[in-house]
Nanobody, 126 residues
Framework: QVQLVESGGGLVQAGGSLSVSCAASGRPFSNYAMGWFRQAPGKEREFVAAISSRGGTTYYSNSVKGRFAVSRDNIQNTLYLQLNSLKPEDTAVYYC???????????????????WGQGTQVTVSS
């Protein structure tokens, strides 16, 4: 059974930094692409960043490109998201997700992902 558990969210001032993590278990971590999404109150879940199974390819939404960095440790079975230069509009629940079949690509749609974590709250104060 695939399990994803996020941690590391919190409250930070605008311009600050935060790191969130996602611990995965239940299957060989390094075979599957992963992604980060976020959902603000009253809004749809949106794509933030994605990383290929071996970590060689990353992709970001335009709203976070240049500020956020996604990475993974395939030994520790952990996905990371470093959030820098945070803005109040980055406030949301951040979710990690993984695809259902082994692949080498990156994926940006909610429907591409089969397994989701419970989310971690990131709040950016102005």
């Amino acid at each position: 059974q695939v399990q994803l558990v996020e941690s590391g969210g919190g409250l930070v001032q605008a311009g600050g930094s935060l790191s969130v993590s996602c611990a995965a278990s239940g299957r060989p971590f390094s075979n599957y692409a992963m992604g980060w999404f976020r959902q603000a109150p009253g809004k749809e879940r949106e794509f933030v960043a994605a990383i290929s199974s071996r970590g060689g390819t990353t992709y970001y939404s335009n709203s976070v490109k240049g500020r956020f960095a996604v990475s993974r440790d395939n030994i520790q079975n952990t996905l990371y998201l470093q959030l820098n230069s945070l803005k109040p509009e980055d406030t949301a629940v951040y979710y990690c997700a993984t695809v259902g079949t082994p692949s080498f690509g990156v994926y940006t749609r909610v429907s591409d992902y089969d397994y989701w974590g419970q989310g971690t709250q990131v709040t950016v104060s102005s």
